[in-house]
């Protein structure tokens, strides 16, 4: 029930961010200003559409899963009403726990808005919902949870700032750890080869959540192979909230 009150008064303080709404409403102005990109386009439109749609949930999803994330120690200090949230008999895990459930649920409005503009664009021009695309949604939603963990490990410990920048690099690294281990293996030396592995073993591999291509461009999909890559995603999750309890209950707020 600790666990629960918390995450419903974490999404309603969220809710509350007149800057969510922002990014949601330029989020969708972005899927609707794709139709104009299709209007002067010759073929592929439903592609387009797709391509574009897909990649603004990915972008303004990043951006409010940072935002929310790195907010999480930092707001309830500046309020001052962490200090008395400690002193009552809550666990700090529970309140860890309960903060990053109140996030997922924010995010999950968030995304749930932008993709139903998606979907409805894409059933205008195609007259079909196609599975595929709402496989590549989930994935993209699954994405930004890991992504507002590994903000929320940043946060337990450090600045708003640093812990913005710290996400962002670790979403970049993400998507690229698996063809720098690839460009190590082929031109690096010893050293480069044994810090590409140690690097693509540790970071998240975000690659293996991406199935965009199978959206827009119509590719097959293994189902072995996108039920590991959900697995994987939520064991990598699971990894970094224990992180961030195991972080936060360690720190020191006197």
């Given at each position: 029930m600790k666990v629960a009150a918390i995450a419903l008064n974490t999404f309603k303080e969220a809710v509350r961010d007149r800057i969510l709404y922002a990014i949601v409403v330029f989020a969708l102005?972005?899927?609707?200003?794709?139709?104009?990109?299709?209007?002067?386009?010759?073929?592929?439109?439903?592609?387009?559409?797709?391509?574009?749609?897909?990649?603004?949930?990915?972008?303004?999803?990043?951006?409010?899963?940072?935002?929310?994330?790195?907010?999480?120690?930092?707001?309830?200090?500046?309020?001052?009403?962490?200090?008395?949230?400690?002193?009552?008999?809550?666990?700090r895990y529970q309140f860890i726990l309960g903060k990053y459930l109140g996030l997922v649920l924010t995010l999950s409005v968030n995304v749930l808005v932008m993709a139903l503009g998606l979907i409805g664009l894409a059933y205008v021009w195609e007259g079909t919902a196609s599975p595929r695309l709402l496989l590549a949604i989930l994935f993209i939603f699954l994405e930004l949870i890991l992504v507002t963990a590994a903000a929320m490990v940043f946060s337990a410990f450090s600045s708003p700032t640093l812990s913005a920048i710290f996400t962002l690099s670790l979403f970049v690294a993400g998507h690229l750890s698996a063809d720098l281990r690839?460009?190590?293996?082929?031109?690096?030396?010893?050293?480069?080869?044994?810090?590409?592995?140690?690097?693509?073993?540790?970071?998240?591999?975000?690659?293996?959540?991406?199935?965009?291509?199978?959206?827009?461009?119509?590719?097959?999909?293994?189902?072995?192979?996108?039920?590991?890559?959900?697995?994987?995603?939520?064991?990598?999750?699971?990894?970094?909230?224990?992180?961030?309890?195991?972080?936060?209950?360690?720190?020191?707020?006197?």
């Open positions: 102005v972005m899927l609707g200003s794709s139709t104009i990109l299709v209007t002067i386009s010759v073929g592929g439109e439903v592609k387009i559409i797709k391509d574009l749609g897909l990649a603004c949930i990915s972008i303004f999803g990043l951006l409010i899963a940072t935002f929310l994330g790195i907010g999480l120690v930092s707001k309830e200090i500046e309020k001052r009403t962490l200090y008395t949230i400690i002193t009552k008999p809550i666990h690839l460009f190590a293996a082929r031109f690096g030396g010893a050293a480069t080869k044994l810090l590409a592995e140690t690097l693509y073993f540790l970071l998240p591999n975000l690659s293996r959540l991406n199935f965009k291509d199978q959206a827009v461009h119509g590719f097959g999909f293994d189902a072995g192979t996108t039920a590991l890559s959900f697995s994987y995603g939520i064991f990598y999750i699971a990894m970094l909230v224990l992180a961030s309890m195991a972080i936060f209950e360690r720190r020191d707020f006197k």
